[in-house]
């Protein structure tokens, strides 16, 4: 395999949130980016995507090189992987669709590039199943959105090998990723289990009528976020508990463990839940255009992340 | 009952991080603040944490009339009481003291004074109880740490009257809080089940040898937290899913949520399952000393806050 350092073109496939962002990010961090759409009418979408990446990413400062001029935008698969030391793969969360997508990387990308796939609810173990190279694929799954916020998931299938894991770990740091490589091949990975574990537990309140969409936001907005955006849940209990640190937190509170903070099982999403999930976010949105608050809270992401940063 | 914004006095009730917390958000929003510790021996610690929340407050901008001359700190508790608008009780967590000190509140405290309990784990229907005058007794449970986290969740017990909750909501937002009031009196609150929810998750993570306490902390910093500072998980879902908002989260993933992403009951808190996450924190928090781990959190979070407010 290739030093990751050595990597100077990345192919981005997939025209849509994920892929367009993708794109964003590695333009702006000074790599060339073949980016390959399923077809021209996907144009349009992915050069808005890019552009308002590009602001957020520009605030947040660009590598030397970076330039938007270094991007390849084609329809053409092979033409897309032609010279790319890495490929993202975005496409649509559809099994079929990516093994026969694989099948094909897997013969016509070199052997010794690696393949990330960006699936949030498929297994590496099923996408390779008929790729002829499956021991270079592996997951690289990106937190929406995907320009922004720096985690990579990272995790092999059955047929994975473990330097191609170790690799993508490397590539991702170099480009400017917080990777986070998984011991385990589970669904959901870390960060969307825990997020649908705390999505779940609101769905609960919604249906029991204990809370509102405006209450679980209020809530946590001014509530654990402001934190957990500088210390996670771990640390936090760590360092509230003093010079106990965690020990102190669970000698003290395991106990607590066992109380019905928190449900257990999903919720049945019933048509009255559905109905006050959406009115509720209407509600909070009010005549808001969903534009303006996707750019609004780019603009706030920007301001925390730098805000952390200035002060890490 | 008083206006809420005529109150000039606070009566702050308890010397640890909670109760002393309080006090020094009181005295930055430019009240009188009249705080009670139990006996003199705790007074260098009320001291300290008063001097690590004024930095903070500082830094986000004190009321033009906020002095830390305002502060009367006592081991009287009738003395402490007098004159105050408004109490916030911030006693140790025992069901049985909190009875007690409230059957003493209800006494001496005017009964068109509205009293604000800290509490996190007991509810106002248990704390009331043998207080004669329980009808204006309230939950105001604050987020740690309480002087810079906006959210204070309210709830009255069965016996206290909906006006009391009512001129809590009102009073905590002239105070510079950001309340949220309970539909109903439940464990954990909104905040703190949402928390919770999560951590089960990370500790169950954990348990299975999925995930460290180091990779679930990455996982919250890098991933949702950033976001979920200037988005709640709700508006987070609504935004990422464009024109369609929630209603297209819900239809098209709500078959989803019966996946087998996150557990369902609390793991059992082993030994092992402890150390694990005791060593993990300690491992990430190498040489690092708390009071300085809890210093950079604060200043981080004054910084996200500030990043938040100037970009709202």
Redesign the interface.
Known sequence: MLPPRSITRIASIGGGPIGAGWAAHFLARGYDVNAYIHDDSERAVFHAILQTGWKSLTDLGLSPNASLDRLTLTTDLEKAVQGAGFIQESAPERIELKQALYAKLGAIVPANVIIGSSTS?LTMTDIQRNCVTPERCVIGHP??PPY????V?IAGGDQTGPEAVEWAGEFYKVAGK?P?I???E??????????????????H?VA?????????????????????????????????C??G???TN??QF?P???????R????E?TEEL?NR??D???E??ADQR?ED??A??D??????????R???
Chains 1, 2 share one sequence.
């Open positions: 609810g937190f929406n922004l916020l720096p985690l998931e917080s986070l998984m011991k385990k589970i669904p959901g990975f870390v960060a969307t289990r825990l997020q649908e574990a705390l999505w779940r537990e609101a769905l309140m029991n009528g204990e809370a509102t969409p405006a209450d679980i936001d209020n809530a946590l907005m001014n509530g654990p976020a402001p934190r957990m955006a500088v210390q996670g849940q771990c640390m936090a209990f760590h360092v509230a003093g010079e640190g965690m020990a669970l000698d395991g607590a463990l066992k109380l019905p903070w928190t257990l099982d999903a919720p999403l559905r999930m959406v509720g976010c209407n909070i949105a969903f608050m996707a609004k809270r603009a706030q992401i920007v301001a925390v992340l730098r805000a952390i200035d002060t890490a």
